[in-house]
């Protein structure tokens, strides 16, 4: 009932190796390019968990003077108590909460806009200096920058310019490690 998917022997998949090349030299690089591609594409999954799950307070109770937890909406900018359940992220680290929640959706939004201008400038680069290199100085640059965050990350206008800096280095490499692959894969055929 819960399998769906038609099933495919192992056979099957032995013979789909042999077709697309075996363990050759442009099969393991192909592999280590998308692997590096998925690696990317994971930061991306788990930047908002890490970097920008918002705090959970302590408010009190009036009638029963009790705590419970509660949410920047539903009333923990009043007493501005931190909740020992409070998921650790850069927003609570910088204060990114209650006033100045905006910075948090702005640092979100340069995420996205680093991501195009990063696609642009790295399409530049492969049409005039190769893949190769645009793969190198993307991963490179983006992995200084995943540095660079983890180490100088101290106020806002630092964290919104490396996680910019971050996802646009990193998105390009996503783009072009496919082709890539698809070109020195297709010199088997």
């Avoid at 959970?56 to 003077?65: P, R, S, Y």
């Avoid at 927003?91 to 696609?119: M, P, Q």
Wanted: one cysteine or more; a neutral charge.
């Amino acid at each position: 009932m819960y399998n769906t998917l038609p099933y495919y022997s192992l056979t099957y998949n032995l013979q789909a190796l042999d077709t697309v090349g075996g363990e050759g030299k442009y099969q393991k690089r192909a592999i280590y390019i998308l692997l590096f591609q998925h690696l990317f594409r994971a930061f991306w999954l788990m930047y908002y968990p890490f970097l920008t799950q918002p705090p959970v307070f302590l408010c009190k109770d009036a009638e029963t003077g009790s705590y419970y937890d509660c949410t920047e909406n539903t009333g923990g900018c009043v007493d501005r108590v931190l909740s020992p359940n409070s998921p650790s992220s850069l927003v609570n680290d910088l204060g990114l909460y209650c006033e100045k929640n905006y910075i948090r959706t702005l640092a979100s939004t340069l995420f996205f806009v680093g991501g195009n201008i990063g696609s642009t400038y790295y399409a530049y680069i492969c049409d005039a200096k190769g893949r190769k290199t645009a793969m190198f100085w993307s991963y490179f640059l983006g992995a200084i920058s995943l540095l660079l965050l983890g180490t100088v990350a101290v106020g806002p206008i630092t964290y919104m310019l490396c996680i910019m800096l971050v996802w646009g280095n990193l998105n390009s490499f996503c783009g072009f490690s496919i082709t890539y692959a698809a070109e020195i894969s297709s010199i088997l055929t």
